[in-house]
């Protein structure tokens, strides 16, 4: 039977893995293909080789360490996934480095999610899933801890909220998401339907060029909508 998160009747998400220890990668691969709904694409030991792979292989998601040798894991996410990237992959950066600064520079750098190899196969499978569907995975405590500790770096020293191109309801829905809100929460406080806040979620993505949640948690602290 499918989980909440599978697709029923599509193609598999195919997932390029990318980890130094072979042990791990191995465990990675053998989780992923274990499912109906995930296929892997290909796997590989540093980062160099992830993104001359995500070139040629196409995946839909990343798996990626964050410490291997000859790239490391936060620039090869640069590369594939960073602003500057016409064509960005989805990565989820998964590391067993619990440490807010590697968490800021992977979605500084543009991964979509970020978990530990501690986490549970189910956690994994849902967060290759969450990623490949365009949603970002972030914890809500960890977005919160994550933006109180780095909002300094994140915005600059002046704002400028008048200029943002938004309603103001999809500015406050912008606002909830930069405190780490879920859509069931946000439609809780704001008393609408997760269906309507999935539209307006759409939207604020759509007119501020955003990729996903992540990125928009970073626009709104880097223009002063929260604090």
Do not use: W
């Not at 998400?13 to 191995?26: E, H, K, N, S, Y």
């Amino acid at each position: 039977m499918n989980s909440a998160g599978e697709r029923s009747g599509a193609a598999p998400i195919r997932v390029l893995v990318c980890d130094d220890q072979i042990l791990i990668r191995t465990g990675l691969v053998t989780i992923i293909d274990a499912q109906p709904d995930l296929e892997v694409a290909g796997e590989c030991g540093d980062g160099q080789s992830a993104v001359d792979l995500a070139g040629r292989l196409l995946p839909d998601v990343v798996v990626m360490d964050v410490r291997m040798p000859v790239l490391d894991g936060i620039e090869a996410t640069r590369l594939l996934a960073g602003a500057a990237v016409a064509n960005p992959v989805k990565v989820l950066v998964v590391t067993t480095f619990n440490l807010d600064e590697y968490v800021y520079e992977a979605l500084r750098a543009g991964a979509s999610g970020f978990l530990l190899k501690d986490a549970p196969p189910a956690q994994l499978l849902h967060g290759i899933r969450t990623v490949a569907t365009g949603a970002a995975l972030l914890a809500p405590e960890v977005t919160r801890r994550l933006v109180g500790r780095y909002a300094a770096r994140i915005r600059p020293a002046a704002g400028t909220p008048d200029d943002i191109p938004l309603t103001p309801r999809e500015l406050e829905v912008l606002r909830l998401i930069a405190d780490g809100l879920s859509n069931s929460e946000i439609a809780g406080a704001l008393v609408i339907s997760q269906e309507t806040v999935k539209t307006f979620v759409s939207r604020i993505l759509t007119k501020l060029n955003l990729r996903d949640r992540v990125q928009a948690v970073v626009y709104a602290y880097r223009h002063g909508l929260v604090t």
